[in-house]
């Protein structure tokens, strides 16, 4: 396989300051931001000041920064576009990105020096559209969500001089590209202004209204359920009745998956693709981090070997920032129900942000707690120096401001902890300070009930069936095996590994974990371990493997 000149830059959003730096630090060549006025995300904790900080720290570190100016302006807005266009020209972002024509042509005449990208607000779905906005002058269009691989690649063949950017990661829309009413009718936030409520993630339930005029909910029962069907009868096709699917649970009708195309990358890869752009400015510095980490490896492992790619480790590590499970969406032109959950619609992993390092000196460094720490968890310090996590297992927790070593730390007080280098056992210890750099993510095991697991393996199945690899059989079994785990309605929540506690160990060979380390029922697992290279753990199959024959 030729690998393309053109090298696709990686780019994640950044809804904060500290989200920024996550981001950067952990593997994109450019990031995305805007403050809450102009930009369509009214929640972003952006300030003018830390844009002119964000834009300083990115350029020091080589990276790129677009500022959005998305929003499809009303009358009110067109007063504000001077003074948000004169400041965005004293902080020289590397792109400003733009929806509306009007506002494109404003900052055209105003600020000629500023590179202009389109929006995928605009909806740009064919090579026609790239080229008028080329002619505009836009020196980048980021095409509409629904655009499939497909007509990407005849875009990339048609347009050969101006930059494409594509969604490759993030929430997807149930409308065209953003383009939401939903939310307007709902609650009275504008999709368009950058106030969406996420309506259409909400659970809805049927309720009938009876001759009298009062509205009751109908309530489904093992003695009634047989007595009714629902049905939506479009007025101009009369008698075809479209069937309407609820339980007493409620449904998610509107609830699309999160868009995942890391299966799919070298398509992107091997045309051309110039941005690969990440969703999800309002998540959090976990998602920034980890999910910049997983393309960043995975772009670069096929840029370096492309014949011998596979994303499968990439996608390990995706499914360990919670979601609602991933589809491909319009990859093939086309969804399917596979790209909605039906049955339940929150995010879930089987991992949580665990703390977020906050500043390192000689001694260790201090870490800003974002979950529920006991003793004996295992803590995975996701560096963004090595591929490998570094695990470490603590069985008190020296929290800053409290005089003796505590055993449980709760997050609602914003706690911070101190991490001594010198518990970190079995590494070498002068690279290790290198590895750990401020902003470090820090991410532990969740325990997750019968309903989540149900819905992760569900999830999982309807991937393999997007590749082609699974079977409807085993989705549908898996369906029921999440309805019934609903309607038992089981909140006790386990763990997938004895690695939470002091009790078990799951063989990896963690720093400071007592029983692995002077166990005897570890020797071969140390022995084994002892073998690989400085800081590499034992990988699952080992585990497996040492733990049966002992």
């Not at 020289?92 to 500023?114: Q, R, S, T």
């Not at 007493?248 to 752009?277: A, F, H, Q, W």
């Not at 991937?463 to 369906?479: C, H, M, P």
Request: with cysteine; hydrophobic share 35%.
């Amino acid at each position: 396989m030729t690998v393309p000149t053109r090298r696709s830059e990686l780019l994640m959003p950044a809804g904060s300051l500290q989200k920024l730096k996550v981001a950067i630090l952990y593997g994109a060549d450019a990031v995305y931001m805007g403050t809450p006025d102009m930009s369509l995300r009214t929640k972003s904790d952006l300030t003018l000041e830390d844009v002119v900080e964000g834009i300083e720290f990115a350029h020091a570190h080589g990276k790129r920064v677009y500022l959005t100016l998305n929003l499809f302006s009303h009358n009110k807005d067109i007063d504000k576009l001077p003074q948000y266009v004169e400041t965005v020209r004293k902080v020289k972002p590397d792109g400003l990105i733009v929806a509306d024509p009007g506002v494109f042509m404003f900052v055209k005449e105003h600020a000629p020096e500023l590179e202009l990208h389109v929006s995928t607000q605009a909806n740009v779905c064919s090579w026609q559209s790239v080229k008028f906005w080329q002619d505009l002058g836009a020196k980048l269009v980021v095409l509409a969500r629904e655009v499939s691989f497909a007509e990407l690649a005849e875009i990339r063949e048609k347009c050969p001089d101006i930059k494409l950017e594509a969604f490759v990661h993030g929430s997807m829309c149930m409308t065209y590209s953003g383009r939401c009413m939903l939310s307007n009718f709902m609650v009275e936030r504008g999709a368009n202004q950058g106030a969406c409520a996420n309506s259409c993630r909400w659970k809805y339930k049927v309720h009938i209204k009876l001759k009298d005029g009062t509205v009751k909910e109908l309530n489904l029962t093992e003695e009634n359920m047989d007595l009714f069907e629902f049905f939506l009868e479009e007025e101009h096709r009369g008698g075809e009745l479209m069937p309407i699917q609820e339980d007493d649970r409620g449904t998610y009708i509107l609830n699309s998956k999160d868009l995942c195309i890391m299966p799919k990358l070298e398509d992107y890869l091997s045309i051309g693709v110039d941005s690969l752009k990440v969703e999800g400015r309002g998540k959090s510095p976990f998602y920034a981090g980890i999910v910049a980490r997983a393309y960043r490896m995975a772009i670069d492992d096929w840029y370096k070997d492309p014949e011998n790619w596979d994303p499968q480790d990439y996608m390990d590590e995706l499914a360990k920032v919670p979601n609602r499970g991933y589809t491909f969406a319009f990859h093939e032109g086309r969804l399917t129900n596979h790209a909605h959950n039906f049955d339940e619609g929150g995010n879930v992993a089987e991992y949580e942000f665990a703390g977020i390092v906050e500043e390192a000196d000689d001694a260790g460094f201090t870490v800003d707690v974002k979950a529920k720490l006991e003793a004996g968890d295992v803590l995975e310090i996701v560096s963004p120096h090595r591929r490998e996590p570094i695990l470490i297992r603590l069985y008190d927790f020296d929290e800053v401001g409290v005089d003796e070593p505590v055993t449980v730390v709760q997050p609602g007080k914003k706690p911070k902890i101190r991490i001594a280098w010198s518990l970190f056992d079995q590494e070498e210890l002068a690279s290790l300070r290198n590895e750990i750099p401020p902003y470090t993510i820090l991410r532990k095991e969740k325990p997750l009930t019968e309903v989540q697991r149900n819905r992760m393996k569900l999830d999982k199945e309807a991937q393999r069936i997007e590749l082609g690899k699974g079977s409807d059989l085993s989705y549908d079994k898996k369906t029921k095996a999440l309805q019934g785990a609903l309607a038992d309605n089981n909140a006790d929540r386990t763990f997938r590994t004895p690695r939470v506690g002091t009790e078990g160990c799951c063989g990896k060979g963690c720093n400071g974990c007592l029983m692995f380390w002077n166990d005897p029922i570890y020797e071969k697992a140390r022995s084994l371990l002892a073998s690989k290279k400085q800081g590499q753990l034992l990988q699952k199959t080992e585990v497996k493997e040492v733990t049966a024959a002992e």
